[in-house]
């Protein structure tokens, strides 16, 4: 990685050089440039952790005829405690950033890495993490709502990458841990039924939203967590279910506990609805002496 130290404590990250010219075409090549490009935002900013995240998809010109999407995630004060010395509060932009890094090293598909900066303005943490877009694509947790207009042999393609996708994630005992269809992206996908891809192109899965993985030893907890994540968020057919479980099993090689993990996600499945369930009555419960006379 190409990486600099600028002034005001500014620490930048470039995936490389050329990444680096990219954003410099485009006057986005630096900190404070990314920090206050105006840009709507994906999705509603995320309060909490004591500070804010969000999400912008720019556009960088690198020609008048084929400008390319990036995605800008910007935060301030959104931080975690690091398990490494000194123990210091670091961006969970940083926590992402390191985990796409360490995943494009072991091969798993996930977004390349253009920029990531931080710096301190008084005692609050500042980070942006650039991105690049995955084209054409589409969520699974969409694609499969239209599974039923989709080529047979399309959707089997996609459950059996999906899960060996996942699959080489757990055998690096990794854990995506927040694992729903909205965070599988499928890349190349034409919306349209009755026309399938280029000759040699294929929808391929990718991970994203890696802020909250980490390693964990034990696999089964692994499997258990993320795979419940991935059950519980997602209208499944039993039988598709199984058919990405077993191709899950195969890339993992734990096809003799197969039945006995299934259990247990559908048990973990079930006492997470009780527990939302429980939870929600008590959220809307009124209040003692609110009642009318």
């Not at 932009?93 to 360490?102: P, S, V």
């Not at 994630?169 to 269809?181: P, S, V």
């Not at 891809?197 to 802020?211: C, F, K």
């Amino acid at each position: 990685m190409f990486s600099k130290k600028a002034p005001h404590d500014v620490y930048e990250v470039f995936g490389s050089a050329a990444d680096r010219e990219r954003l410099r075409i485009s006057e986005l090549d630096d900190f404070e440039a990314l920090w206050s490009v105006t840009a709507a935002w994906v999705e509603a900013p995320n309060y909490r952790r004591r500070g804010w995240s969000g999400v912008c998809r720019i556009e960088l010109q690198n020609s008048p005829q084929a400008p390319s999407g990036v995605y800008l995630k910007r935060q301030e004060g959104h931080c975690y405690r690091s398990t490494r010395p000194p123990f210091h509060m670091k961006p969970t932009a940083y926590r992402e950033y390191r985990n796409l890094f360490k995943m494009q090293t072991h091969g798993i598909a996930v977004p390349e890495v253009l920029y990531y900066g931080e710096r301190k303005v008084g005692k609050i943490w500042q980070a942006i993490l650039v991105t690049k877009e995955i084209p054409q694509s589409i969520s699974l947790e969409t694609y499969m709502r239209l599974s039923s207009e989709r080529p047979p042999s399309e959707v089997s393609g996609i459950l059996q990458d999906t899960s060996a996708l996942i699959g080489r994630l757990h055998q690096r005992h990794l854990e995506h841990g927040a694992l729903y269809g909205k965070h599988i992206l499928l890349s190349g996908f034409v919306n349209n039924p009755s026309s399938a891809p280029p000759a040699g192109q294929t929808l391929v899965p990718y991970l994203i939203d890696l802020e909250k993985a980490r390693f964990r030893l034990a696999r089964w907890r692994i499997a258990v967590h993320d795979l419940n994540q991935l059950f519980r968020h997602m209208a499944w057919e039993a039988s598709t279910w199984k058919t990405f479980l077993d191709h899950y099993m195969a890339v993992v090689r734990m096809k003799r506990i197969g039945p006995c993990l299934s259990r247990q996600i559908t048990r973990e499945a079930h006492r997470k609805q009780v527990n939302h369930r429980r939870h929600h009555r008590l959220s809307i419960r009124p209040l003692p002496g609110n009642r009318s006379s």
